[in-house]
Nanobody, 126 residues
Framework: QVQLVESGGGLVQAGGSLRLACAGSGRTLSWLAVGWFRQAPGKEREFVAAISWSGDRKHYTDSVKDRFTISRDNAKNTVYLQMNSLKPEDTAVYYC???????????????????WGQGTQVTVSS
């Protein structure tokens, strides 16, 4: 079991940037795929981005492509989500998740992850 803690959320104006971090403890994240998901009030949780254990494969939902970048530093047991050009519609609680996943289908599906963090709030004002 791996424990995940998100950080880096906050309030930012539209067009601004934030970098979220997902820190793992209890076991290494090095061999796990990590995904970022978000849930806005009154909406279902949705996939945002995912990165393979090696970092060589990254997947993004269309609405964040060219604005968000997922990366990982296995030495720090941390995965990052750099969010640029933020929009009010990016407002949500952002969660990271980790598991032994390898295909694009499983890495982009919230149902496949068993390890989840508590979430961090991102609010983008217009």
């Amino acid at each position: 079991q791996v424990q995940l803690v998100e950080s880096g959320g906050g309030l930012v104006q539209a067009g601004g940037s934030l970098r979220l971090a997902c820190a793992g403890s209890g076991r290494t994240l090095s061999w796990l795929a990590v995904g970022w998901f978000r849930q806005a009030p009154g909406k279902e949780r949705e996939f945002v981005a995912a990165i393979s254990w090696s970092g060589d494969r990254k997947h993004y939902t269309d609405s964040v492509k060219d604005r968000f970048t997922i990366s990982r530093d296995n030495a720090k047991n941390t995965v990052y989500l750099q969010m640029n050009s933020l929009k009010p519609e990016d407002t949500a609680v952002y969660y990271c998740a980790a598991d032994w996943l390898s295909s694009i289908v499983t890495m982009t599906s919230g149902r496949e992850y068993k390890n989840w963090g508590q979430g961090t709030q991102v609010t983008v004002s217009s």
